[in-house]
């Protein structure tokens, strides 16, 4: 997708002026599966927006296990950790499959914060969008059992389901992939899952 159209189609910028002075110095990176995009830990230099393909976002805990805390696979998505301006992720974000993003710089998006209206909209939204998910998420892994947390998942990312692997799932949901296997055959059994 040419940048004009991006911008514009899911930053909702359709100032002229602005797509130029945001394309003059965006960059465009192509990943393959299993490169990291940003690493757990680092100063958040650019802002990137997925175009296409999948990543998950992850982090180790005080054990050092690899757990999955996000996903992003929507054309237009945030692929970070925070919406803050030049703060440190704590977490890292894996390509789970070739895909490509569009990399602002926050610098830049700080000014156009401060010069433009518009763009202070479009940052809120996309605010609101993954705090309304971080939410969706928290209380679906607090108040659902094992069965129902799987199930809520494939309500909720049902075009992640053969794209994503199972232990990842299994981590997202905070549970074990024996456990997640288990669902799988119980919930395919009783004729709910192809």
């Not at 969706?136 to 108040?143: S, T, V, Y």
């Not at 075009?159 to 981590?171: E, P, T």
């Amino acid at each position: 997708m040419e940048f004009e159209a991006f911008a514009s189609r899911w930053l909702g910028i359709h100032d002229r002026e602005n797509i130029e002075r945001i394309k003059a110095v965006s960059i465009t990176r192509s990943l393959r599966k299993g490169e990291l995009l940003i690493q757990g830990g680092e100063v958040q230099k650019w802002c990137y927006f997925l175009n296409y393909g999948l990543f998950r976002g992850f982090f180790l805990d005080s054990a050092g296990r690899d757990l999955t805390e996000c996903f992003s696979a929507r054309p237009g998505g945030t692929v970070m950790s925070c919406l803050g301006v030049t703060e440190i992720s704590p977490i890292g974000f894996e390509a789970l499959e070739d895909s490509e993003v569009f990399g602002v710089p926050m610098a830049l998006i700080r000014t156009l914060l401060e010069e433009d209206t518009s763009v202070v909209r479009t940052y809120n939204q996309i605010l609101t969008a993954a705090l309304r998910e971080q939410w969706e998420i928290k209380l679906a892994l607090c108040q659902y059992d094992a069965r129902e947390r799987y199930l809520w998942f494939r309500r909720t990312y049902p075009a992640l389901i053969g794209r994503v692997q199972n232990k990842h799932i299994a981590s997202f949901l905070s549970i074990t992939p024996v456990t997640l296997s288990r669902l799988r055959r119980t919930i395919r059994e009783e004729g709910g899952e192809l």
